[in-house]
């Protein structure tokens, strides 16, 4: 498992996360490459079926980050899709696929910093987790 | 009798040649079809039936005796769970013009799909080796193959996972419902006999949801808490989702009448998912989430959100009830 490189695509809210990213990068913090950023204009718009696709369609992680509680641009769609993800990770452990695999994260648009450890710490999780086993699956 | 008959004959000025068969099923979509109380009569007058195996005495080799596309209509209700299911889902589908998974279970993977959640072994340590009523000291469990002094018994295989109906074979129609409410089985006889049939592919069915169609009053979707059916002590004449009730109403298709909400129980969500919709179970979860604890969103913590999560006992079985074969994730993953 030493070569395994764990592939993630991040939801990232274009108000507080995106920028939180864009500022990592300004700042050259270093964090590993294995995420895939896909702009979201909430996390709100995140349904449950994007991060099953997701899964299905062989990530081996999932990361949904908005804005901190309270600073929603849209006022509450971060709360939302905090339970929408508890309520996922339910039933993914119903279904026998790890829950940590997928993870709901608040970084600001000034927590480059946040960002770069947060999706350091979920490589080294996923790492520890191993190969999406639904990629198999057909 | 019309054995002989040119192909391009049947079904012009003939008699439509029809066949039903069953799968992976309970059989309530055989009964489903006399549902239809004295409309049979017309569906008999407008039709002969060729195949039918809970009704009328013909057998599998009558069925591999036809020329392909000998008949015109297979309605074929059940999922895919034995080898014997798949081979028939396979022989109907050469021997018929249009194939209509009917039901649930051949649309989405039904009630019996829910056995994705375990495999061959776990349901049958269940079934024939650890279980209360069961005595079995030779551990005796169903093979393909057992040779006895007298020859060979065989049985078809039974598969690890389930499947719905074209996951196996290509499908025209499909007719979702557990069962297909009767107005819908009736309105497809016609569309057939009239041969006014929409494009291939189409579920025979409204394109709203369960809600569109559901007796009660509607206001703003906020939840405090979710209660099972038997922790309401008196149902108020609104949404059932709005006193707590998970009802899967908003994700399931329509076409059912809301039968089951006059009878005030919750939408289980057998109309399989809305239009465009991948994945029925996720959809609910999306909605539900949203609506749960809204009012005090703000002002919640982790813990108390987690409680009010924690109140879903059973997250497939809840949101997947009849679709879990045709989910984006479609059985449980096996350690």
């Given at each position: 498992m030493k070569d395994f490189e764990p592939n993630i695509i991040g939801f990232l809210c274009n108000w507080c996360s995106y920028a939180g990213a864009d500022l990592a990068g300004t700042s050259r913090i270093k964090y590993p490459p294995n995420i895939k950023s896909i702009r979201v204009m909430c996390s709100g718009r995140v349904d449950t079926v994007f991060v099953l696709e997701a899964l299905k369609k062989g990530a081996d992680g999932v990361l949904v980050a908005g804005c901190h509680p309270g600073d929603c641009h849209y006022q509450t769609g971060n709360y939302k899709t905090n339970r929408r993800i508890k309520l996922l990770k339910k039933l993914l452990k119903e279904m026998g696929v790890e829950p940590n695999r997928v993870r709901f994260e608040y970084v600001s648009a000034s927590e480059g910093q946040k960002f770069a450890s947060v999706v350091t710490e979920f490589v080294n999780e996923l790492k520890k987790i191993g190969p999406n086993p639904l990629r198999e699956i057909k | 009798m019309s054995k002989e008959k040119k192909e391009e004959d049947v079904g012009k000025n003939k008699k439509l040649q029809v066949a039903f068969y069953w799968a992976a099923s309970c059989g309530g979509c055989e009964i489903?079809?006399?549902?239809?109380?004295?409309?049979?009569?017309?569906?008999?007058?407008?039709?002969?039936?060729?195949?039918?195996?809970?009704?009328?005495?013909?057998?599998?080799?009558?069925?591999?005796a036809m020329k392909d596309k000998h008949i015109d209509v297979?309605?074929?209700?059940?999922?895919?769970?034995?080898?014997?299911?798949?081979?028939?889902?396979?022989?109907?589908?050469?021997?018929?013009?249009?194939?209509?998974?009917?039901?649930?279970?051949?649309?989405?993977g039904g009630i019996p799909g829910l056995a994705n959640i375990a495999n061959r072994e776990e349901i049958f340590n269940v079934a024939y080796l650890n279980n209360p009523s069961t005595e079995n000291p030779k551990k005796t469990t169903p093979k393909t193959m057992v040779k006895v002094k007298e020859g060979t018994l065989m049985l078809p295989e039974f598969y690890d996972t389930v499947k719905n109906l074209n996951q196996v074979v290509d499908v025209d129609y499909y007719l979702p419902g557990c069962p297909p409410h009767p107005d819908r089985i009736m309105d497809a006889v016609g569309a057939i006999v009239e041969n006014k049939l929409p494009e291939k592919g189409a579920v025979l069915a409204p394109l709203k949801s369960v809600c569109d169609e559901c007796r009660f009053e509607k206001s703003e979707k906020k939840i405090k808490e979710i209660k099972r059916v038997y922790e309401v002590d008196k149902l108020e004449d609104k949404c059932l989702l709005e006193q707590g009730i998970i009802c899967m109403g908003p994700a399931t298709r329509g076409g059912c009448k809301a039968r089951c909400l006059d009878a005030n129980m919750p939408c289980t969500g057998c109309g399989g998912p809305t239009p465009n919709s991948l994945d029925q179970g996720a959809k609910m979860i999306s909605a539900l989430a949203s609506i749960l604890g809204i009012e005090d969103e703000e002002k919640m913590s982790d813990k108390e959100v987690e409680a009010l999560i924690e109140k879903v006992r059973d997250p497939v079985g809840t949101f997947y009830r009849y679709a879990l074969p045709a989910a984006l994730i479609n059985r449980k993953v096996m350690k």
């Open positions: - | 489903a079809v006399l549902d239809v109380d004295e409309k049979i009569l017309d569906v008999v007058a407008a039709a002969d039936i060729l195949f039918w195996p809970v009704a009328i005495d013909t057998k599998y080799k009558d069925v591999e297979c309605f074929f209700n059940g999922a895919i769970r034995t080898s014997e299911q798949e081979h028939m889902a396979k022989l109907l589908r050469a021997k018929s013009k249009v194939l209509v998974a009917f039901g649930s279970c051949a649309c989405n």
